[in-house]
T-cell receptor, first 113, second 115 residues
Framework: AQTVTQSQPEMSVQEAETVTLSCTYD???????LFWYKQPPSRQMILVIR??????QNATENRFSVNFQKAAKSFSLKISDSQLGDAAMYFC??????????FGAGTRLTVKP | DAMVIQNPRYQVTQFGKPVTLSCSQT?????MYWYQQKSSQAPKLLFH???????NEADTPDNFQSRRPNTSFCFLDIRSPGLGDAAMYLC??????????????FGPGTRLTVL
């Protein structure tokens, strides 16, 4: 079974600075999808960014980008120019081709003004 | 516009009293998921439907059942809730991967309290 590991339970960043959240996963599949989700306190889960495993190019969405290392099974999220509204729980997730989903334990990001 | 709707948002039930949580979607997505999320933990997939095909996770207790009468609706039935079943229950939808659209839409969740 696939597993997703987020080794940083909590991270902190100064407003306007850059922070990187780590994620590793374990799978025997060659085709899959990876996601970062954001869950603000008492709020809905929101997709931040996604990556198809067959694409070598790292996904980018405005201030959010990933460093996808397929061989190392690593999928980190970089948040540039951090804003107060970025404070949330961030979950890394893996989706297999049969639609099965696995989430990491999450990283709580604090943004300091 | 609401796309994934969960009712009720808050549900209180008694120990052992059956409860049903509902989820509906306006997106016409063929995949629907139910997750259990306990405080400060990751969402744990309970099961998902691919159209009418039901896919149960191996470690989902038999106490949890699901029904999907049509594309738009999916229900989570907890036959005999225990105190350990108190959690947020999240419904999500997506298209299957062959559509090329991978985005998964989450509902706001139903917070279940068991007394």
């Amino acid at each position: 079974a696939q597993t997703v590991t987020q080794s940083q339970p909590e991270m902190s960043v100064q407003e306007a600075e850059t922070v990187t959240l780590s994620c590793t996963y374990d799978t025997s599949e060659s085709d899959y999808y990876l996601f970062w989700y954001k869950q603000p306190p008492s709020r809905q889960m929101i997709l931040v960014i996604r990556q198809e495993a067959y694409k070598q190019q790292n996904a980018t969405e405005n201030r959010f980008s990933v460093n996808f290392q397929k061989a190392a099974k690593s999928f980190s999220l970089k948040i540039s120019d951090s804003q107060l509204g970025d404070a949330a729980m961030y979950f890394c997730a893996y989706r297999s081709v049969n639609n099965d989903m696995r989430f990491g334990a999450g990283t709580r990001l604090t943004v300091k003004p | 516009d609401a796309m994934v709707i969960q009712n009720p948002r808050y549900q209180v039930t008694q120990f052992g009293k059956p409860v049903t949580l509902s989820c509906s979607q306006t997106l016409n997505h063929n995949v629907m998921y139910w997750y259990q999320q306990k405080s400060s933990q990751a969402p744990k997939l309970l099961f998902h439907y691919y159209d009418k095909d039901f896919n149960n996770e191996a470690d989902t207790p038999d106490n949890f059942q699901s029904r999907r009468p049509n594309t738009s609706f999916c229900f989570l039935d907890i036959r005999s809730p225990g105190l350990g079943d108190a959690a947020m229950y999240l419904c999500a939808t997506s298209r299957d991967q062959s559509s090329g659209t991978l985005k998964q839409f989450f509902g706001p969740g139903t917070r279940l309290t068991v007394l």
